[in-house]
């Protein structure tokens, strides 16, 4: 595993030989999927008040073998750097499913996921993704 350093020194030098790739759309490659309610609910939220369709941040706690596809997917087209699956996970946007009060965890979730595909294709391939 590489240091938390050495990633920075590596992504200070790639950035100073050129332009960096950064992943594409999330919510587009979550579509291709055509998940159900199931899917997003998971044994956990099975029983949750309201409707959680389309809520793609949960999908890194009910599917994250979903999401780590997303992020491998874009790693293998050429992409050096992960953003999280977090774009909606604020209060204000989870107060939309009654889940503002899981914040931290949808963060440290999505946070984790990426760091561990990006360092499994970084061990596959040699190539350093960040």
Do not use: C
């Amino acid at each position: 595993m590489i240091k938390t350093e050495e990633r920075r020194v590596a992504l200070r030098e790639l950035l100073a030989r050129r332009i960096a790739i950064l992943d594409g759309a999330m919510g587009t490659m979550v579509q291709q999927y055509k998940l159900g309610e199931a899917d997003y609910r998971g044994a956990r939220f099975a029983d949750w008040p309201s409707e959680l369709r389309g809520n793609h941040d949960l999908l890194t706690l009910t599917r994250p073998d979903v999401i780590a596809e997303v992020h491998r997917a874009f790693l293998e087209a050429g992409a050096d750097i992960l953003e999280t699956n977090t774009f909606n996970s604020n209060a204000e946007s989870l107060a939309d499913y009654g889940m503002q009060a899981l914040v931290a965890e949808f963060n440290e979730q999505g946070a984790a996921l990426a760091r561990r595909v990006a360092d499994e294709v970084t061990a596959a391939t040699g190539k350093l993704s960040f």
